[in-house]
């Protein structure tokens, strides 16, 4: 069964940063994309920034210019880096990675960001 370890996450002050990280584990299959999601109280979640397998990477207008997404093929891992965060930014922020090819996606079990103003 495919496993999503997610990481990192917390507490800080408006315009502080934080890091996150996902490791995937026991995928038997060739991972296409990973990105990271997030979800607020009563809203829909929403795409926070994606990474394809060649290397692109899709953010956000809102988080355009302070968040950062990175990937290590390697390790399975993909990492979120959050700089000049904001109180709008709170919410839990979940890992997602996608199956090469298809459709099939499977997602972390979140992770709480929140800050303060």
């Known amino acids: 069964q495919v496993q999503l370890v997610e990481s990192g996450g917390g507490y800080v002050q408006a315009g502080g940063s934080l890091g996150l990280s996902c490791a995937a584990s026991?995928?038997?299959?060739?991972?296409?994309?990973m990105g990271w999601y997030r979800q607020a109280p009563g809203n829909q979640r929403e795409l926070v920034a994606t990474v394809s397998r060649t290397g692109s990477t899709n953010y956000d207008d809102s988080v355009k210019g302070r968040f950062t997404i990175s990937r290590d093929y390697a390790k399975n891992t993909v990492y979120l880096q959050m700089n000049s965060l904001e109180p709008k930014d709170t919410a839990v922020y979940y890992c997602?990675?996608?199956?090469?090819?298809?459709?099939?996606?499977?997602w972390g079990q979140g992770t709480q960001v929140t800050v303060s103003s």
């Open positions: 997602l990675v996608q199956q090469r090819w298809t459709t099939n996606q499977y």
């Open positions: 026991r995928t038997p299959f060739t991972i296409g994309i």
